[in-house]
Nanobody
């Protein structure tokens, strides 16, 4: 069973930094895109940043220049370095990965989600 396990959330003052980590575990063939989404109370879940298997990043306009997404060399972990944080960055952050699995010869490509980690930025 594939799981995405997140860590690194917490409380930080405006202007501060946090680093989120997400690691895929279990049995899988490959991981394509990985990314981070966030959801604030009363809002829809939104994409924060994504990164391809080749390492090409993409960012929401609201975080460009402040957040950096990266992956480890094995391609099974994704990180989000968040700098110059603002109160409007407060949300539950979710890791997402596009993962290919093989089971008894059956290939499947599915979206997986982490459990979410709370990030709170105080003003």
């Amino acid at each position: 069973q594939v799981q995405l396990v997140e860590s690194g959330g917490g409380l930080v003052q405006a202007g501060g930094s946090l680093r989120l980590s997400c690691t895929a575990s279990g049995s899988f063939f490959s991981i394509n895109n990985m990314g981070w989404y966030r959801q604030a109370p009363g809002n829809q879940r939104e994409l924060v940043a994504a990164i391809t298997s080749g390492g090409r990043p993409d960012y929401a306009d609201s975080v460009k220049g402040r957040f950096t997404i990266s992956r480890d060399n094995a391609g099974t972990a994704v990180f989000l370095q968040m700098n110059s944080m603002k109160p409007e960055d407060t949300a539950v952050y979710y890791c997402n990965a596009d993962i290919v699995t093989v089971d008894s010869g059956n290939w499947r490509r599915s979206d997986y989600w982490g459990q979410g980690t709370q990030v709170t930025v105080s003003s």
